[in-house]
């Protein structure tokens, strides 16, 4: 069975808010066109060789299927269920109206699963794998980027559950997560052929 590092660690040296900040900075200043929430082969999946960690992003909804290569030795940080808001996005919001936004979203989940290979996780399984962030700064390119929003700096929160796993072993794993959110009603699954090598 995959390990999982524990909510209040620091895999790979950084802590799991670390994580997702990284991990979302690279999701909004990615051009669309190369955008690892909308990538449908798995093309875009991202490496980080500092952290020796490999990012495996959500969608934005729907039914996606990828496949990627991971490095033997290295981490894989798994999105399963999450929201983001930013000033960019909500004009005129505080930090305050950001945090609110993204706790309700993510208040709202009715499933959060994971399978791993042949392990199963349900959302009462998840519970301790939730994060909210604190407000960072996000800086959007000019070019068209995930939710078309606008060049400039921005700050942004997110929410959501996510897992950092232990290396996984050499040869082909099966990834899926699914999330469904009542309300701002969204639905997503992504399954993930993974060949570590």
């Known amino acids: ?9 620091k895999p790979f040296g950084l802590s799991y808010e670390e994580h997702i900040i990284k991990d979302w900075n690279r999701n909004l200043t990615a051009p669309i066109d190369k955008n690892p929430m ?7 999946t991202s490496y980080d060789p500092n952290t020796k960690v490999v990012y495996l992003s959500g969608n934005t909804g729907g039914t996606t299927q990828r496949t990627c290569k991971v490095p033997k030795g290295s981490g894989v940080f798994i ?4 929201a983001i808001y930013s000033e ?9 109206d ?3 936004l993204a706790k309700k979203d993510q208040d709202n989940a ?3 699963y994971l399978k791993l290979d042949d392990d199963e996780f349900k959302l ?11 407000p960072f700064d996000v800086v959007i390119p000019p070019e068209k980027t995930l939710f078309d929003l606008p060049a400039g700096s921005t700050k942004a929160v997110a ?8 290396p996984l072993s050499a040869g082909n794993h099966t990834i899926v997560t699914k999330a469904n959110i009542s309300e701002p009603t969204w639905k997503s699954e992504v399954k993930y052929d993974v060949i570590v090598e």
């Open 88 to 96: 960019a996005e909500k004009p005129g919001s505080t930090v305050e």
């Open 159 to 166: 929410d959501g559950y996510y897992v950092i796993t232990e």
């Open 1 to 9: 069975m995959v390990q999982f590092h524990s909510p209040d660690s």
């Open 79 to 82: 999105s399963i269920c999450d």
């Open 38 to 44: 909308e990538d449908k082969t798995g093309q875009w």
């Open 110 to 112: 009715n499933e959060v």
């Open 124 to 134: 009462d399984d998840l519970k301790k794998y939730r994060f909210h962030t604190r």
């Open 98 to 100: 950001l945090d609110k």
